[in-house]
Each structure stands twice: as C-alpha cells, then as structure tokens.
C-alpha cells in the first residue's frame, strides 16, 4: 500500500480518453501509439479510459484509489509493469470475500456517517409506500432523500480497480466499502441530521428483495441496518402488479397480447426456460384467450395440483434463481416478473445465505400486507417503531397509500392457475418464516 502511494505521488497523471463519439478502431489505435511514445519521452503516466470515475475520485475521495486505477489502465499501454505487479497483489488481496468488520472496526468505517436504522425491501406491490407512510409521520425518523425509492443497492457498479467493484454474487469488496457507505450517506438529508443527530433514518426500495446481488451488497456495506419487508398474498400481489403497468401503459405489455393472462403466460414460460418451474407444467394461461374445452384444461391443472413440487435440495435452484432474474439484462421480456416477483421462497433463500440465523433474528422483520391496513380507524404500528428504536405513537388513519386505478376483477380459473403455482413456495415461505404465514 505505502509503495504504491508513494510511488503515485512522486508521477504526473494525465488524463485521456479514448472513447471519443465514433472514433473507428484503426485510429484509436494510432492515437494510443503517438500517445504512448509521447508519454514514454516525457516519464507520464496516462490513463487511457472514459476519465470521469477518476476525477471523481480524484477529486472527493481517495486519490490513492484513483491512482491505483490510473495505473492499472496505464498498463494497456505498457508503461507501467513495475506499477502493475504491485496492483495485482493488492487486487489479489481484495479478492477475498468480504467478511463484514468486527463491532470495532465497523464503529470506526461509519464514525460520521449515516447508516439506516432499517432499510424497508419490499416486495413489490405490497404496501410498502403505506409502510413508508406511517413511518415518515414520526418525528424522530427521516427517509431517504428520494421521496420514492432510494435504488442504491441495484445500482449498476462501477468499475473498480480490478475493472469491477464487487464480486460475481455482489459482494462489495473490502477496497471499496468505505467509499460505497460515503456515497450511500449522501442519500440522506445531511442538513437535517445536523440540526438533529438522533434521528432515525430508512429507506424503501421493494426491488431490493427481488435481486439476489442486493443482499451480498448490504451486508458487505451496511451489515447492521435492520431489513423491513412487507409480504402480500402473492396472487393479490400479481393483479396489483397487472394494474400498475397497466397504469403505467408499461412497454413490456407490447410484447404480449396485453391481457392479464398472456402477461402471467410469458413470465410463466420465463420460470420454466430458467428451470424454477418444470418443463412439462403447464398451466393452460396460454389457452385463456383461445375458446377450449374448459373441463379438459380444469382436468390437466387438477392434475398437476396432486403432484406438483419443488425439490429444495437441489443446489443448482439459486442458480437458475439468479439466470431468471439477470434475464432482464438480456432484455429477454418477461413481463416484469409478474410471477416471480410473488415467490418470496424463492428470494429469501438468498438472503437466509447470506444473513446467519442470529443475524436474521435481530435484523429482520417481516409484515403481512393486510396488516398494514387500518382497522375502525386505528392501526398498531408499535412493531415497526420499535424494529425503528423509536417511541411508539399513534399515526394518522390512511386507508389506501398508493393505489393503482385500472379497474379490473381476476377470472376465478386464473385465480386457481396462479394458486396451484404458488402452492409449494408458499408452503416453503411458511417453513422458513413459521406457522403464521400459512395462508400467505
Ligand atoms: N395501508 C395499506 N396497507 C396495505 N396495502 C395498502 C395500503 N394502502 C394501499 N395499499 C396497497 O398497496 C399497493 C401498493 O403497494 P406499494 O406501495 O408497495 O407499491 S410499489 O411497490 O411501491 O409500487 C396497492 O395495491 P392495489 O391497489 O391492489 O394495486 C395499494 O392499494
């Protein structure tokens, strides 16, 4: 490490891209020579990349960092092997996976810096802007600075010194968590916890239970922030989701028929390419919009119903996990996961990996939708200000928080399709969460 920074502080940087708009290949490649040759008479340094990542760093964090950086690009050029050697050691030091800091060391990374009390993940669609809601009438609990939702966890990475900052699963690696905890602070309203340093604060993001990556990244950067979630009746949950693209007038419903059905259908198909659901269920959505023989498709479904099922042993499901969800990213359409979002097994199984049972038990807390909803004008939330370390009070009565305005009712025969796929994650749900979540 003092190698390299002082070795660093001793050169001369100069920064140039290579990317200007349309430049064809054979030139970029002279300009990089002339370059080179230019900077071998003169003893610089050059970073041949996009300079923005470095001039940020340069300029706010960690000019060691930005150096290290500088000189790894520089290496495409040929100039700096000695400063190579040295990057790779260090690159092959933060390759180790990140064991979140003992209770001093995490004292000492986050002195003066804001760290959620709780940080709410979803799901999706389940009543999560009520939950915001009641939490932001306290006076002693602040959100996030988005008035929304906050994505700083299913951020796109950028690229760090071993041209990525986290590991395949998502780990934050160690070089980079104090960085990620100073950006991750700034989403906060610095002013307000000035005037008022006991201030609890959160922030909701409902696709952070979604995304398998999302929970390496949290515990690698904020091991200590309680997590928040908020489950619905997955079949509700789909039809909520319906709406709301519906609402939206989303893209992904052009590349179906537009129907209820024909949206659960892709999806449906997405969950058996990727293996989570078997090759040969099937489901009949396909069929909805097509006049068949009604009793026959009731027969093939009942059929499935007795014999459909998950082997949970199988080590290769967090796999298939993680290739449906990257999908999005192969721009497969799947309508939005409309399916898959509701199979909360399936998601958690990811975060019961990464979060040990002691971790769960004092940092996690999980709460039913139809809870949330007042009943004759009043609503317990003293659960939640207490998961907040605040004092419990009486929020103000707002039956409907968000609610999506496409009217629509669902067919019973497609109710029952998504209740028979559902069945053995929610029987899953249940052995992971405890009997209470039985009819979820
Ligand atoms: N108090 C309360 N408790 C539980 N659920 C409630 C509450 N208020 C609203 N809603 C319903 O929640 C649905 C919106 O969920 P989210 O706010 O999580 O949506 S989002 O993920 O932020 O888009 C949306 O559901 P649908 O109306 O069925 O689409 C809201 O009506």
New binding site residues.
Partial sequence: MMEKKNAGHDSKILIFSIRPPKLCRPTAVSVVVMVSMFAFISNQHILTTSPRPIIFQLASMNKDKAYANVTTRTSTTGLAAPLLDKRVEEEEKYEKKWEHADDEEYATITKGKIIPTAIVI????????????YLNQHPSVMRGLHP??EHFFDFKVPKGPNNHASMPNGTVEEYYREEYLYRYHNRFNLTKIKENPNLKTYE?T?IYIFNPKVPYRMKSIVPKSKIIT?L?DPV?RS???Y??MRDRNDATLKFVEGSFESCLDADFQGLKKYGIIPKDFDCGFQYEEQAVNQTALDSVIDDKQKVWDIDWTDSCMDEKWLKYFSRRRRKEKYCDSIIGRGLYAMQLRVWWKVYSKAERDELMMFLK??????VNGT?DMSNLFEMMEVENMEVKE???????NFKMIMKDQTRDRLRCIYRPFNAELERMLGDEWKDA
Avoid: F, N, W, Y
């Avoid at 707002?398 to 999506?404: A, I, L, N």
């Fill in positions: 979803g799901t999706q669609k389940g009543g999560t802007t009520a939950v915001s809601h929304m939702e909701k409902p908020v619905r509700e039809l909520s989701h709406k709301m939708s139809e809870d949330m909803r007042p609503i707002k039956k409907v928080v968000h609610k999506t």
